[in-house]
């Protein structure tokens, strides 16, 4: 009896995998991210740099980033799941004068926000909602002339992704989306590995590196 019972089950398991693609698909995305974000402690250890060197033009502010976004949706119905990446990045440069007038050069601060994440959102025919829980890696460089080795520094941590999305229904089985977001880290920026590359004394606090952004993406399969 208790066999009879275990393939029935498993003939309705294997059955509901056989109708799934029936109600569901899979679709590629692909699309570009702008994003403002601010970190007033960052900033202030830049200046302080900035106030030791004779820079022609010194460095500004971290302010915004962009970048690309590729994925996988698995929707069914108005209900989607998605697996996506998501890059941003910044390069903040300054410019000097070498010494005896024999040219220019320039340093480099370079950050990044990527991130690996698992969604899902809810949409109708233009409308929608989601959330994202997403996996970051901040890398952080300095290239800076003066420097003999270039200062490179990674950290992680989790965040949360909400947003809302605009579809465009278009030809030839792509769709273009427009989805306004926020993004809201678990932790704070660490200042003290670049504070201690620049020879200053421990900075003030990092801040949570939160962004409001607008990713335009493009999704292409069948609906």
């Keep these: 009896m208790h066999t009879q019972k275990r393939n029935i089950l498993s003939l309705a398991v294997i059955w509901s995998l056989c109708l799934?693609?029936?109600?569901a698909q899979v679709n590629l995305k692909a699309g570009y991210n702008f994003s403002l974000v601010s970190d007033p402690g960052l900033n202030s250890v830049i200046d302080?740099?900035?106030?030791?060197?004779?820079?022609?033009?010194?460095?500004?502010?971290?302010s915004w980033a962009h970048g690309?976004?590729?994925g996988l949706r698995f929707k069914a119905d108005v209900h989607a799941f998605e697996l996506s990446y998501m890059g941003a990045y910044e390069v903040i440069?300054?410019?000097?004068?070498?010494?005896?007038?024999a040219g220019t050069y320039t340093d480099k601060l370079r950050f990044s926000i990527n991130s690996a994440s698992f969604g899902y959102n809810v949409s109708g025919e233009v409308f929608g909602v989601g959330a994202d829980v997403q996996y970051q890696w901040y890398r952080s460089r300095a290239e800076l002339t003066a420097r003999d080795q270039d200062f490179n520094h990674v950290q992680n941590m989790w965040a949360m992704k909400f947003y809302m999305q605009f579809t465009l229904h278009g030809q030839n089985s792509i769709d273009a989306v427009l989805q306004p977001y926020y993004v809201l880290p678990f932790d704070y920026y660490d200042l003290e590995p670049l504070s201690q590359y620049l020879n200053q004394e421990p900075g003030p606090a990092g801040d949570k590196w939160t962004r409001i952004g607008l990713s335009m993406l493009f999704y292409n399969g069948r609906k």
């Design 48 to 62: 302080q740099y900035n106030s030791t060197q004779t820079y022609t033009r010194s460095f500004g502010h971290f």
């Design 20 to 23: 799934l693609p029936l109600a």
């Design 93 to 101: 440069k300054a410019q000097g004068d070498l010494s005896g007038g």
């Design 68 to 70: 690309l976004e590729a």
